[in-house]
Nanobody
């Protein structure tokens, strides 16, 4: 059974940084894309960034480009989201997800089969 466990969320002041981690287990992810999405209250879940597992192609939402960065440790089945220069509008529940194998980072939820439970990020202004 595939499981994703996120950690690293919390409360931070605007301009601060947080690092989220997501560790996958219960499967083989050597070629799968992993991505981060977020969902703020009353809003739809939106793509934040993603990385292909084997090739390392990375894609970001325009709203986080230059502030967030994704990396992964294949040996640990873990993907990270480093979030810098946080803004109040970054406040949301952040979810990691596993997507299809290949070289494309998809930006919509229907391409992702497995999801973590989410971790809350709150940015105070």
């Amino acid at each position: 059974q595939v499981q994703l466990v996120e950690s690293g969320g919390g409360l931070v002041q605007a301009g601060g940084s947080l690092r989220l981690s997501c560790t996958a287990s219960g499967g083989t992810f050597s070629s799968s894309t992993m991505a981060w999405f977020r969902q703020a209250p009353g809003k739809e879940r939106e793509f934040v960034g993603g990385i292909t597992w084997s090739v390392g192609n990375i894609r970001y939402a325009n709203s986080v480009k230059g502030r967030f960065s994704i990396s992964r440790d294949n040996a640990k089945n873990t993907v990270y989201l480093q979030m810098n220069s946080l803004r109040s509008e970054d406040t949301a529940v952040y979810y990691c997800a596993i997507g299809p194998r290949g070289f494309t980072v998809y930006t919509t939820t229907q391409f992702y089969d497995y999801w973590g439970q989410g971790t809350q990020v709150t940015v105070s202004s």
